[in-house]
């Protein structure tokens, strides 16, 4: 089986909660199948400045392919324009408007993802909340596994989100109570769910009973 894992930034610097649990995903599977990883050049989120080369570099057995931000936002005015979409009215397209300078924003990326379709069983798309899988995740809708690691923040209830939950092949979920979030705010998924925690590594001399 050939995997690509899509995350907005991944490295050994990149210490994001969920950046961080994509990689030790990956790396894990790694170890079993072919995995690639599709992300940006950035590695910090308040401007998603690229930082990093693109082109293809090996971390731990993954395979990580990058590709260059064209939009870095500013963040003072991201901060404005996000004021004005989640405390006035706002359409559909203010709020695709906001995705986009939501970012990080790479042309490259989603087209990697177009032309490579046909080159990986699975798509998996990790955090719902930034462009490469709202943008990613519809070119592949019958290979994407969605990990949302969603929770009860203001983007979490724009309009926009609703068919990032509904399009996926597999929707896979931490915990219970964020499958509970996702089902009160935008409906139970059309495809598969799962609820699959991340789990804990422990030395192989440690005692269970003390973790």
Request: include cysteine; proline fraction near 9%; charge should be negative.
């Amino acid at each position: 089986m050939r995997l690509a894992f899509v995350v907005p930034r991944y490295g050994r610097e990149v210490i994001g909660g969920g950046e961080l649990h994509c990689r030790q995903i990956a790396e894990r599977l790694a170890k079993h199948c072919a995995v690639d990883v599709l992300t940006t050049c950035a590695l910090e989120y308040e401007t998603w400045a690229d930082h990093y080369s693109p082109g293809d570099e090996t971390i731990n057995g993954v395979r990580v392919r990058r590709f260059p931000v064209t939009r870095p936002r500013d963040p003072a005015d991201f901060r404005a324009f996000t004021e004005r979409i989640f405390h006035g009215p706002r359409t559909i397209l203010d709020e695709v408007a906001w995705m986009v300078q939501q970012g990080p924003c790479s042309p490259d990326l989603l087209d990697a993802i177009r032309r490579g379709r046909h080159d990986y069983d699975l798509f998996v798309f990790f955090i719902y909340l930034y462009f490469p899988t709202f943008f990613g995740l519809p070119l592949v809708p019958d290979k994407a596994v969605l990990v949302p690691l969603a929770h009860d923040e203001p983007p979490f209830h724009l309009d926009l989100f609703r068919a990032v939950f509904h399009l996926p092949r597999l929707v896979v979920y931490q915990t219970a109570a964020e499958r509970e979030l996702v089902h009160w705010k935008h409906g139970a998924p059309l495809a598969g769910e799962l609820v699959l925690a991340g789990g804990l590594d422990t030395p192989p001399d440690a005692d269970p009973l003390a973790f």
